[in-house]
């Protein structure tokens, strides 16, 4: 009988943190893709006087990548986000508002990320369901 102790790895690789798997310049092309077709998108889909958009380009962009380059990718969608965000925000007429933004844009942003590993994760797993 295989003890199951077998399958407990006491030191877990964190792959997800390790940047050096990936080369920097994929970093940078991920973020400056997210960042040119946010903008893009954000410029053609958005309803007028709303904001909201029927498509977010950026987000099958990102989750491509990702699933190309693997997940430390993380970091450029982070970058990207980050950016484009805080671009098309456009709030930071005073230092008030520029924090408040600052605020705003980085939960956002941690919020696409995650959504956007979420969803690469769960394409590998269960791909019936993507």
Known sequence: MPSLFKFFNPHPQLDS????????????????????????????????????????????IAVGLIAIWGYPLWLGVL????????????????????????LIVAIVTVGKVLSQLHYYYYSLFWPVLV
């Open 17 to 60: 943190f390790n940047f050096h798997r990936v080369a920097w310049w994929k970093q940078i092309v991920v973020a400056i893709a997210y960042y040119i077709t946010a903008l893009l998108s954000h410029t053609f889909t958005t309803y007028p006087n709303t904001g909201s958009t029927p498509i977010w380009i950026p987000g099958g």
């Open 79 to 102: 970058t990207g986000v980050f950016i484009a965000e805080f671009t098309i925000y456009q709030a930071w007429t005073s230092v008030k508002t520029l924090i408040l933004t600052i």
